[in-house]
């Protein structure tokens, strides 16, 4: 593509996934993000749950000081603390959602532009009652949400029997979720990952165009599937390149170029594209950055 990239998406990284040491909510959060901020390659900085109201109204200021959008993810409130969200047990549905609730109202406090979650674990007997029971929640969340203002609610596709094993999921079963809700609000669409449609035993095109209408968001990331034997196996978003992994250039161009294809990049409405790529071991944060960097500009020439 001769075009230059930013006239189609804004590119950007999650911060706690980027520097691993943030995902609790603790740690050097301001001084990972000044890196982040003052990099003028990002448009967009992803965060989380940060514990410290301080430290949050100081991120916010920052962000907004470098000129720069930000993103609210939402799936380490379920993960880190067990919750699921289409939980058949109403006591823990409700758990979750008081969660989500509260990182919504975060996500307002520090002006991002939307929030992210996923769905939960799923019994294959009681497949329909967790979709159910999905639908409940995530009509819950959109009411919120807009009770509050005009942040739209994300779910993020995740895999389904490797990792997360989230109802959400296989492609039938994301369409028929996106139709269903999409029909009743306006304020909800997908978040897709590249890192997880390997893990999701679809090819980019099964995986996205079956739903193109509702993505909002993207990741690009990678995944290693080969064998559980592998060094970062399963939801790890290892860099790219990384030993028996499965995205590199060429699936990231194909990536990009599909989605460029149906639209969703796009030169009236820049959409955020973000990194998701995590340190594997004692990988150093800022030489995986420069990977994802590296990688996005080359397969953006085959675009």
């Not at 409405?269 to 500009?297: H, M, Q, W, Y």
């Amino acid at each position: 593509m001769e075009k230059s990239m930013r006239r189609y998406m804004r590119v950007g990284t999650i911060l706690h996934v980027s520097y691993k040491q943030l995902g609790s909510g603790e740690g050097p959060i301001l001084e990972c993000l000044k890196k982040i901020v003052t990099d003028p390659y990002f448009e967009v900085v992803e965060v989380t749950h940060m514990k410290d109201a301080e430290v949050r109204k100081a991120a916010a200021d920052m962000i907004a000081r470098g000129h720069m959008t930000s993103s609210y993810g939402g799936q380490g409130r379920m993960l880190g603390a067990g919750l699921n969200i289409n939980d058949l047990n109403e006591e823990g549905r409700q758990k979750a959602l008081a969660s989500l609730k509260e990182g919504i109202d975060e996500a307002y406090e520090m002006g991002v532009e939307d929030f992210a979650f996923l769905a939960g674990r799923y019994e294959e007997k009681t497949k329909e009652e967790s979709f159910q029971a999905l639908l409940k929640s995530t009509r819950e969340l959109c009411e919120y949400a807009k009770s509050k203002g005009d942040m739209p609610v994300l779910c993020e596709v995740f895999d389904y029997d490797i990792a997360k094993k989230s109802l959400i999921g296989p492609v039938d079963m994301v369409k028929r979720y996106a139709e269903t809700i999409c029909a009743e609000y306006d304020n909800f669409g997908l978040m897709v990952d590249l890192s997880h449609i390997p893990m999701l035993h679809e090819t980019i095109e099964e995986s996205l165009l079956p739903v193109q209408q509702y993505i909002r968001h993207a990741h690009m990331g990678n995944t290693v599937i080969k064998s559980p034997e592998c060094p970062a196996y399963g939801d790890e978003h290892p860099r790219f390149g990384f030993p028996n992994s499965e995205n590199d250039v060429e699936e990231l161009a194909a990536y990009l170029r599909l989605l460029l294809k149906i639209g969703f990049l796009n030169e009236k409405k820049r959409p955020i594209v973000s990194f998701e790529i995590k340190p594997f071991g004692e990988e150093d944060p800022e030489v995986c950055l420069a990977n994802a960097k590296r990688t996005l500009d080359l397969a953006w020439e085959l675009v």
